[in-house]
């Protein structure tokens, strides 16, 4: 369904004068595949990096416009691209690890654009690192200026080279930017201007299990069976204490979720965080509350396939009406470790 939408959708003509974004889609495709270097990948690898060249402007039709000058714009289409591939890529039951580096790569495909232009250069190179391979990433990126028709072409595969030779110098082309520990990662990316050599002496005082998964996926399944003597800071609790809609107003729910986290913060004691945080935004919310109180915070993140999904959510006492799944699925961000300490995948 994603193909028809994306013929016919404008593209500025001083980046793009080879068309829409189908026939910018057909250039990239093709210039990947006359690539040598991505010939001789492994098997695994070309077919994920392919599949981020056909998806990496899905999102295009959905953030495309005119702006009062004329220029034709599509702001965010990165990022939406990243979620919305997540979201079909699922239910196609496209293995996960696969799926995941598919979504990375379309998340930051155009940073080896720009990146040697930017005063936060190392900064960004460790976090892309983190996410996904650098090498696959310059290849999508240099197919991706290949595939298009426009007057600063050399430019930007020069840039791309040079990405390339920066990440190379950074220790982060082909894996992820190393760090001292597990605390000094998390304090570099939560601190601007941070030497990433520093080694962070690790003031942590206790440990926030933050769980992370769509309505459905087991969460509670996990707490069950792992939490132990841990207390549970639950949102989907509270809701059914405060008798609060998972689709209506959540202010209470929150006021009263983080004055029980701030209680067991402020006794430096371990708990279990319940909820779905599904987004950067609001994972970071969270994280600065923990984090401020020195807590090491681990996400436990669930998935399960599809139609599992599916019938969990509509087995739950506590079923989520299926506009507020669709609407989740619409930001459906995972977490990465540029956000904490430590992400255990647990996959159904």
Avoid at 235 to 253: A, F, H, M, T, Y
Avoid at 269 to 277: D, E, K, Q, V, W
């Amino acid at each position: 369904s994603w193909v028809p939408s994306l013929k016919g959708c404008p593209q500025d003509a001083i980046h793009h004068a080879e068309g829409d974004v189908w026939i910018h889609t057909r250039m990239v495709a093709e210039a990947m595949a006359a690539n040598p270097v991505w010939r001789a990948l492994p098997e695994a690898d070309r077919a994920l990096v392919y599949s981020a060249a056909l998806l990496h402007d899905i999102s295009k039709p959905d953030t495309t416009r005119t702006e009062p000058d004329g220029r034709i714009t599509a702001k965010g289409h990165s990022k939406k691209g990243e979620v919305a591939t997540r979201a079909l890529l699922w239910e196609l039951g496209v293995p996960f690890k696969v799926r995941e580096e598919i979504c990375g790569l379309i998340r930051f495909h155009q940073i080896p654009f720009f990146l040697i232009e930017r005063d936060d250069a190392q900064r960004v190179a460790a976090q892309v690192s983190q996410v996904v391979r650098c090498h696959l990433l310059g290849m999508l990126t240099d197919a991706d200026g290949r595939g298009r028709v426009c007057h600063d072409q050399d430019k930007l595969l020069t840039n791309i080279e040079l990405f390339r030779a920066y990440c190379e110098e950074q220790g982060c082309l082909s894996t992820p930017r190393r760090f001292g520990n597990d605390h000094s990662r998390v304090q570099y990316f939560r601190t601007d201007g941070r030497d990433p050599d520093y080694v962070a002496f690790d003031d942590t005082t206790c440990e926030v299990v933050m769980m992370c998964g769509l309505p459905g996926s087991g969460k509670d399944t996990w707490i069950a069976r792992n939490k132990g003597d841990q207390p549970i800071v639950s949102l989907d609790d509270l809701r059914k204490d405060l008798d609060v809609e998972p689709g209506g107003p959540q202010g209470e729910v929150i006021q009263a979720a983080q004055e029980q986290c701030r209680e067991h913060l402020r006794a430096r004691r371990s708990f279990i965080f319940n909820a779905t945080n599904l987004t950067r935004e609001i994972r970071g919310l969270w994280l600065n509350l923990f984090v401020a109180y020195k807590a090491r915070v681990r996400v436990v993140y669930v998935e399960v396939p599809f139609e599992k999904q599916q019938q969990q959510n509509r087995e739950r006492e506590a079923r989520v009406p299926d506009n507020v799944i669709r609407r989740m699925l619409s930001k459906w961000e995972l977490p990465d470790l540029t956000e904490v300490h430590q992400i255990d995948y647990i996959l159904g």
